[in-house]
């Protein structure tokens, strides 16, 4: 667990804008100061001077493509020659690709997994054993509430999101009884500029969503409380419990429904299985 907020370092990933922005604003409120890491250099500039004016925080910013497979080795390079400890590392970066799959390039789907899925474990790994050896701080991976089951037409990500959640659930277990807390957050629907830059444009306006600063607020609770996952909001949380009563075909077909595109390929033009009935117990 976290030894202190005040005076001491978090790392956050995916601070210029959305949740992670949000995460810089809450923690700097609470005494943190900051390495912000993202690509968009000049958002947090600004995000660094606001925070230092309101609280004093000191922010140091690394401009960086963490899609990059070396990314991660450089970051945290780049902290050692900053010779501050982590004590709470948030990995948010990420992105999301919604769309049929003739619309899905390759390139896409390995910047993703690169992105939300490589570096996040690379990092964590890099960053876990000093903490385990001071033997106080803790991670907060975000993830997704559509990690708790298949997602239509958003098939590479919504599995990004399920390695997230089992990849903390994991080292929260390994790590707890050694002063350290590993916890995976998995918001719903959030107010940021992901859907619009995930390849629904517009798509948030027609849906319940929930503000960064309720997503964040809850998250830093969570971690408080030590444990392993977060689902911020209750009916959040109760769908997530929901597709456990589900069949995993039941589940699946139903989120189709969330992000089938308008102009799809027929159904009838696809190429019919002879046995198209899912996959179960023989
Ligand atoms: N919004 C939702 O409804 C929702 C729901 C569940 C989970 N999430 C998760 O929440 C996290 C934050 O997303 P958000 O909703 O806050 O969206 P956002 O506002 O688009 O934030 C995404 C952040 O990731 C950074 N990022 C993207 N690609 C990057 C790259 N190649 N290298 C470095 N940084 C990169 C962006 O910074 P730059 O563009 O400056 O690089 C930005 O700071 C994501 O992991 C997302 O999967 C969001």
Redesign the pocket.
């Known amino acids: 667990m976290i030894d202190s907020y005040n005076d001491r370092w978090a790392l956050i990933?995916?601070?210029?804008?959305?949740?992670?922005?949000e995460f810089a604003a809450q923690l700097a409120g609470r005494g943190m100061h900051l390495i912000l890491?993202?690509?968009?250099k000049e958002?947090m500039a600004e995000l660094a001077t606001e925070l230092n004016t309101r609280h004093g925080t000191r922010c140091h910013i690394v401009a960086?493509?963490?899609?990059d497979p070396e990314?991660s080795r450089r970051l945290f390079e780049e902290i050692r020659r900053l010779a501050v400890d982590v004590e709470l590392l948030v990995n948010?970066?990420?992105?999301?690709l919604i769309g049929q799959i003739e619309s899905t390039s390759p390139e896409d789907v390995r910047?993703l997994l690169n992105?939300?899925l490589l570096t996040l474990a690379d990092l964590t790994y890099r960053v876990l054993p000093g903490m385990l050896h001071r033997r106080h701080g803790a991670i907060i991976n975000?993830?997704?509430?559509?990690a708790f089951q298949p997602v239509a037409f958003m098939a590479t990500?919504a599995a990004s999101?399920s390695f997230t959640l089992h990849f903390s659930e994991a080292l929260w277990a390994e790590v707890r009884s050694r002063g350290v807390t590993v916890m995976a957050l998995?918001?719903?629907?959030?107010?940021?500029?992901?859907?619009d830059?995930a390849g629904v444009p517009g798509w948030l306006e027609k849906h319940a969503?929930v503000t960064?600063t309720k997503v964040v607020r809850k998250a830093l609770r969570a971690m408080e409380k030590r444990r392993q996952y977060v689902v911020p909001g209750w009916k959040n949380y109760l769908l997530t419990l929901l597709v456990r009563f589900m069949t995993r075909r039941t589940a699946v077909n139903e989120s189709k429904r969330y992000f089938r595109p308008k102009k799809q390929i027929p159904e009838s033009e696809a190429t019919k299985q002879p046995n198209d009935m899912g996959h179960g117990p023989e």
């Open positions: 990933t995916g601070a210029s804008s959305g949740i992670g922005a890491a993202a690509r968009r958002k960086i493509d963490l899609a990314a948010n970066a990420g992105i999301g910047h992105l939300n975000v993830s997704s509430q559509a990500y999101t998995c918001p719903g629907v959030t107010r940021t500029d992901f859907f830059k969503s960064p």
